[in-house]
Structures are given as structure tokens and as C-alpha cells.
């Protein structure tokens, strides 16, 4: 297992360094970045003066040195718009997010595996029809149209929810949380839910394809033959051995709930990192816009990391070939 794991990682620095080297390269290619610090009313020496404090006169390979070891300390420089550390910001928004990609997953888990084997089971009955039929709304829609609908329907019309914002939060010192408070799971239900359609229905899909599939074979007919209850075969023996393909999509989703939180957050104002990394796209802020997609990349790379030890100690296949 320590092989597996040492070539699993030896991948896992490779992908890094790639986007590293992507990220390092907004600094040179997406405009100026002392035009972006300074107004046009700068003098050449001040301008000078800035491109030597910043190293921007080294060689390209020194100050993509610099970038990494500064990386590796989660120094992403000052911010060009706001001039505060990139670090400090990201610290401020994580905890929105990490929430909100929490509470989807959450909801997209339980829905997604309930609803899957339900319909698995009870392929032939109406209420499976319903849900599979109600399910196609999560992939065939974008988010902003299903995120603007509940804002609509919710918030407009029933005046149930509250359309934006965080709501009430409470700062345990290390953390500010909204899930606390009554306010604050107000705020993250319309979101959350918007943000796990898409997964839930995957996870739906998937989930009953594969327990159709394992249904039909012989050890679930043997253990039926030896009098096992339903519930024992339907979730001990059958859910069992869909983990696998079920682990890759759930390892998946969840990078790209973080990934794709942006379009979720700026429609509903949640001030998490995927609006900031909106607003820092909009005014051209580089050091938020590297920061961001290496602090993506490494969520990506550490989950697949965990999905690739959960294949070695789900599924024997794997520790045997290997």
C-alpha cells in the first residue's frame, strides 16, 4: 500500500507543478502588474522602482522560484485591488464556502444514494418514473437558471427564504460559521440546494445503474436463496459493490463543488471564494486569481489522493494487481 501511495503522490506533486506554473504565468502574460498597483499618474521612477522592489527584473526562472517558495508558505503577495495579503482574504471567505460546499454534498449524498437505490429497486413503480423524470431538471438546466428560479419562486413570491447573503453568523475565533444559527441556515438552503442538483443527479443516476446491474447477478440470487432479508441484501450485499464507481463520481463532485461554487455564489451574493475570485477576474487582480486556482488544484489533487486509498481498501482487485 506505501508503493501505491508514494506513486500516487509522486502524480500528485507532478499536477502541482503544472499549475503552478500556469498560475505563475498570469504574472506575466495578463497585463502589467505594476500598471495594476499604480495609477496612470505614477512617474517612470516610480514605476522603476516598483518592477525592482517587486523582482520583476529578475529571469523568469528566479522569480518562478520565488513564486513556489512563497507558495509553499501560502504567500501569495498583496492583493492589487484591496492591498491587503492574498492569504489573509482567502482565510476570511474559506469558511462560507467549505460550508457551503458541506451542506451540498451533504444534501446531494443523501438524496442522491436514497433516491439512486430507491429507483434501483423499484425500477418499474411511478414514484421511480417521477424521480427520474423531476431528476433530468438537474442536468439538462445551468445553475444561474435553477439558482434564479428558487430566488424567484422562494424568496420573490413566498418571501419564505431570504435571496442573498450569509445571514447570521457566529465567530468561534478560528472560524465564522452560519450554521449555528437559525438565520444563517436560512440563508444556505436556496444556495446549497442549487449547488447539488447537478451532483445529486449524477449521483442518482449512477447509483441506480449499477444496482440494476448487481441485482442481476448470481451471488444476490444465492443470497435471496438462502432467506437473507431485503434490507440486508438491498444494502449490505448490493450497495456494497457499487462503491467503487460510486467513490470516483462522489471524490469528483466534491472538487468540483469548490471548483464551480463560483457561479453559485455570485448569483446568490454568497461571500465565499468563488465571488471573490469573480470580483478579482473583473478588476484583473492577479495575485487572487493565482492564489485561487492553486488552492483549487490542491483540493482536486489531495480528494483523488483520498478516492485512490478508498479504491485500495474497497475493492481487493486493486491490491492484487498491484
Known amino acids: 500500500m506505501l508503493l501505491f501511495i508514494l506513486k500516487r503522490l509522486a502524480q500528485s506533486f507532478l499536477v502541482m507543478a503544472v499549475v503552478s506554473a500556469i498560475s505563475f504565468s498570469l504574472f506575466n502574460f495578463v497585463g502589467d502588474p505594476v500598471n495594476n498597483m499604480v495609477g496612470q499618474d505614477a512617474t517612470r521612477e516610480q514605476r522603476v522602482e516598483i518592477r525592482e522592489k517587486l523582482g520583476l527584473n529578475d529571469p523568469i526562472l528566479t522569480q518562478y522560484a520565488r513564486f513556489v517558495g512563497n507558495a509553499l508558505q501560502g504567500d501569495f503577495g498583496l492583493s492589487y485591488r ?47 418514473r417521477a424521480v427520474l423524470s423531476i431528476s433530468l431538471v438537474g442536468v439538462s438546466l445551468p445553475t444561474f437558471i435553477i439558482g434564479i428560479s428558487l430566488i ?4 420573490v413570491i413566498l418571501r419564505w427564504l431570504p435571496s442573498s447573503g450569509r445571514g447570521g453568523t457566529v465567530d468561534l475565533g478560528w472560524w465564522t460559521t452560519s450554521l449555528l444559527t437559525v438565520d444563517g441556515w436560512r440563508s444556505i438552503l436556496l444556495p446549497a440546494i442549487t449547488l447539488s442538483l447537478f451532483q445529486m443527479t449524477l449521483i442518482l443516476r449512477l447509483v441506480r445503474a449499477e444496482m440494476l446491474e448487481v441485482m442481476r ?32 463520481v462522489i471524490g469528483l463532485n466534491i472538487g468540483a463543488l469548490i471548483a464551480f461554487s463560483v457561479i453559485t455564489e455570485t448569483v446568490f451574493q454568497w461571500p465565499g471564494t468563488g465571488l471573490m475570485f469573480i470580483q478579482a477576474v473583473n478588476f484583473v487582480d492577479v495575485p487572487i486569481m493565482a492564489a485561487y486556482l492553486v488552492f483549487v488544484a490542491l483540493l482536486f489533487v489531495f480528494i483523488n489522493l483520498i478516492v485512490d486509498i478508498l479504491y485500495f481498501v474497497v475493492d481487493p482487485r486493486i491490491r492484487l494487481g498491484g
Open 217 to 248: 447477478t448470481d451471488y444476490i440470487k444465492f443470497a435471496r436463496a438462502r432467506g437473507l432479508s431485503d434490507r440486508s441484501i438491498h444494502f449490505v450485499h448490493a450497495l456494497r459493490n457499487t462503491l467503487v464507481p460510486v467513490i470516483t
Open 82 to 128: 484591496i492591498r491587503r495579503p492574498v492569504d489573509d482574504l482567502i482565510m476570511e471567505r474559506l469558511p462560507a464556502t467549505i460550508e457551503l460546499v458541506f451542506v451540498s454534498a451533504i444534501i446531494a449524498l443523501v438524496f442522491g444514494i436514497g433516491l439512486g437505490v430507491y429507483t434501483g429497486i423499484k425500477r418499474n413503480s411511478w414514484i421511480s
Open 152 to 155: 424567484y419562486l422562494f424568496a
